[in-house]
């Protein structure tokens, strides 16, 4: 089976500060793993990607094999940040991706 | 390419009818994907298709629920008859195997309201 637990439902930081939302998964192979953003009301985007190890928007995240953890961080952060981020992960011959329940960011001025 | 395309944007109904929720994946694409998402249980997998064939549908909450993909321009996600419990935003989304690390391109989602 798989997993994704994102453990905060809301985070609040001031524009600037570090932000780190966090997401833990449960699988017993090699997992793929994405983090997606909604913005208000509007469509869930790719945001990130683990396989390709890029900065998107200034965020970053590392697979952690042995914490099974997938953390998103960004070093300051801008109020136009604030948004759903959901924490997702696919395993094995199947297709479909498992998402995390979502941390609601917000970044206040 | 206009994206994944999803319609009604909104539908509110009146518990006991019929809604139907379409999708149009981007050309191309063969996998399809019908999400539902609600503040409680987040983004819940209802169904998805390969080449138009329903793959796992284990995540549709019951029987009234169903769903088609008559072809790869288009499938439908039913709900007969509805209930307020059923009042969610509802998301298609739709995928390349490549056989690479892809993600998911999401439509705009249906929010729908059953009272």
């Known amino acids: 089976a798989q997993r994704v637990t994102q453990p905060e439902k809301l985070l609040s930081v001031f524009k600037g500060a570090p932000v780190e939302l966090k997401c833990n998964y449960s699988y017993s192979g090699s997992p793929e793993l994405f983090w997606y953003v909604q913005y208000s009301r509007q469509r869930l985007q790719l945001l990130l990607r683990h396989i390709s190890r890029e900065s998107i928007k200034g965020f970053t995240a590392d697979l952690n094999k042995g914490e099974t953890s997938f953390h998103l961080k960004k070093p300051f952060a801008q109020e136009e940040d604030s948004a759903m981020y959901y924490c997702a992960l696919r395993g094995g011959s199947n297709y479909k991706l498992t998402f995390g329940k979502g941390t609601l960011l917000t970044v206040n001025p | 390419d206009a994206g994944v395309i999803q319609s009604p944007r909104h539908e509110v109904t009146e518990m006991g009818q019929e809604v139907t929720l379409r999708c149009k994946p981007i050309s191309g694409h063969d996998y399809l994907f019908w999400y539902r998402q609600t503040m409680m249980r987040g983004l819940e997998l209802l169904i998805y298709?390969?080449?138009?064939?329903?793959?796992?549908d284990s995540g549709m909450p019951e029987d009234r629920f169903s769903a088609k993909m008559p072809n790869a321009s288009f499938s439908t996600l039913k709900i007969q008859p509805s209930e307020p419990r059923d009042s969610a935003v509802y998301f298609c989304a739709s995928s390349l195997s490549s056989g690479g690390m892809d993600g998911y391109t999401f439509g705009s989602g249906t929010r729908l309201t059953v009272v």
């Open positions: 298709f390969n080449n138009n064939v329903p793959i796992d």
